[in-house]
């Protein structure tokens, strides 16, 4: 710890982001990061607590407390401190493949955990993470190095999001030769066509890919496995596989009308942007646009959120975010107290922007949709809601969302986006290689274990335990790693943490 008292003399700082009616103008990232100097300040502020709840990652009240990767965070921030910035690259690898993501998508569980946000702001830990990273790429430390030795092993992954990438990324560090296989165009899975450009530009997940190819990864776009190639090609050529294909099924909202022309997945919405927006700046309009357009969005989490702020990019006329739950606290509940993941009201960049353009929050609290409401030739014109209210199920005993009789209104509305959620992996990959699926419909294995019931057949990440967040597939991705490489070698010496 290089400074004792650096939390008392140092404020929190951060980047500081364009202003939302000068950044919904392009889809560029639109944070200016801290000069280096400021930065080593930041990390001056770590603690470094004899308990480091940040790197704990551990379950809490039922929710994820400190980071689930085990960062040694006080480690990095004392390095940062001190202006050894290779050395805390060093360390920062060891538990983490791709800062590079993390450090901009991240909710950062690290500083919801962190001792100094107990009774003031916590350290900058994401911040410091993103500057560890670039400083590498700039310094030249996050260079390809490649395997000296190969084992002669063969493993296939199916799905090149976070966990099968950084299944790939350990495996082929062990020496095994690695082939990913990616059904879309481009790599990076939901990372690529999930996430929006503005929260994470996707030159930077081609600098990694292309650091990764150098070490020797395969990788193979537009195959569709499970479709286009076989499954038992794969199981035939690798001596182990692994499915990482993510939880691709988005939860419908099944109501009258709902085969009005002008509703559409959220994904299905976002990853059509991104896709145009790289292979045309938008111009070959092959997407699904919101220009001048009424636009309801249903679903207010991190999803719906970035349909709010794609929206206005595309110029729409207004924007309304549909939440089923009651508006959260502005500050820790008593009931909620630290190092509990904080539930509290979060206005992310899409409702900041929503607030510049249209003057109000987007957000519509405890209100559920109950009818679409179309016109003669099938267009969508209305949104029929109804208010909801937490009553307690009498059999179950389980607080339930209930319907307020007589509280319908209406919304005017071009375009519905449907942000709910996602529920489960694609059944046709699961069948193609026979694996059972949970109740929950994810591919089931024991827990804490990623073999399936089929040999040789792994499998990891959101298609395992279900839509979660970028830091648990990597999580995952490295776990599922261990267990293949166990299995091939009868030993490992690959770390999780």
């Avoid at 969005?297 to 929206?311: F, M, R, Y």
């Avoid at 009651?326 to 900041?352: F, H, I, M, S």
């Avoid at 069948?431 to 499998?459: P, S």
């Amino acid at each position: 710890m290089g400074k004792p008292t650096g939390f008392l003399e140092y404020e929190r700082e951060t980047s500081k982001a364009v202003k939302p009616k000068d950044r919904i103008k392009n889809f560029n990232e639109f944070h200016t990061p801290l000069p280096k100097e400021q930065q080593q300040k930041q990390g001056a502020r770590c603690m470094a607590c004899g308990v480091p709840f940040c790197q704990s990652g551990m379950t809490v009240g039922g929710m994820a407390s400190g980071c689930p990767l085990h960062n040694l965070v006080p480690e990095w921030n004392d390095l940062v401190y001190v202006g050894n910035w290779k050395e805390a690259y060093n360390r920062l690898k060891k538990t983490n493949n791709f800062p590079e993501f993390t450090s901009r998508v991240c909710p950062a569980l690290c500083e919801a955990a962190c001792t100094c946000g107990f009774n003031g702001d916590a350290v900058s830990v994401k911040e410091n993470e993103y500057g560890i990273i670039e400083n590498a790429y700039a310094e030249g430390y996050a260079a390809p190095k490649p395997p000296r030795v190969r084992t002669g092993k063969k493993v296939a992954i199916v799905g090149s999001g976070p966990s099968g990438l950084a299944a790939a990324d350990q495996l082929n560090k062990r020496g095994h030769s690695v082939t990913v296989f990616e059904r879309s165009d481009r790599i990076g899975g939901l990372l690529m066509y999930g996430i929006p450009n503005m929260k994470l530009e996707k030159h930077i997940i081609d600098r990694k890919v292309e650091v990764m190819k150098a070490e020797g990864v395969e990788f193979v776009t537009n195959a569709n496995v499970g479709k286009d190639v076989k499954a038992a090609k794969l199981l035939k050529e690798y001596d182990k596989v692994i499915l990482a294909c993510g939880s691709s099924n988005p939860r419908d909202i099944n109501v009258p009308g709902r085969d009005a022309k002008g509703i559409y997945f959220a994904v299905d919405f976002l990853s059509a942007t991104t896709k145009s927006l790289l292979d045309s700046d938008l111009k070959d309009g092959k997407y699904i646009s919101a220009k001048g357009k009424k636009v309801v969005i249903i679903g207010g989490g991190d999803t719906g959120n970035d349909c709010v702020g794609t929206s206005i990019r595309h110029g729409a006329a207004s924007v309304t975010q549909i939440e089923m739950m009651p508006k959260l606290p502005d500050e820790r509940a008593e009931d909620n107290p630290w190092p509990v993941w904080p539930k509290v009201c979060k206005t992310d960049y899409g409702q900041e922007e929503a607030i510049a353009v249209f003057g109000h929050d987007p957000r519509i609290y405890q209100t559920t949709v109950k009818e679409f409401v179309k016109d003669k030739n099938g267009n969508l014109t209305k949104v029929i809601t109804v208010k909801l209210e937490q009553k307690k199920d009498e059999k179950t005993g389980r607080m339930m969302m209930s319907e307020v009789a007589g509280s319908e209104s209406t919304l005017e509305a071009d375009i519905v986006l449907i942000a709910a959620g996602f529920l489960g992996c694609q059944k046709y990959v699961a069948d193609a290689f026979g694996v059972k699926l949970n109740e929950r419909t994810n591919v089931a294995t024991e827990a804490g274990k990623y073999n399936t019931n089929i040999e040789n057949v792994f499998v990891a990440g959101d298609m395992h335990r279900g839509q979660s967040l970028v830091v648990w597939a990597i999580r995952e991705g490295r776990e599922v790693a261990k267990e293949v490489d166990l299995s091939l070698m009868g030993y490992t010496n690959l770390s999780v943490q």
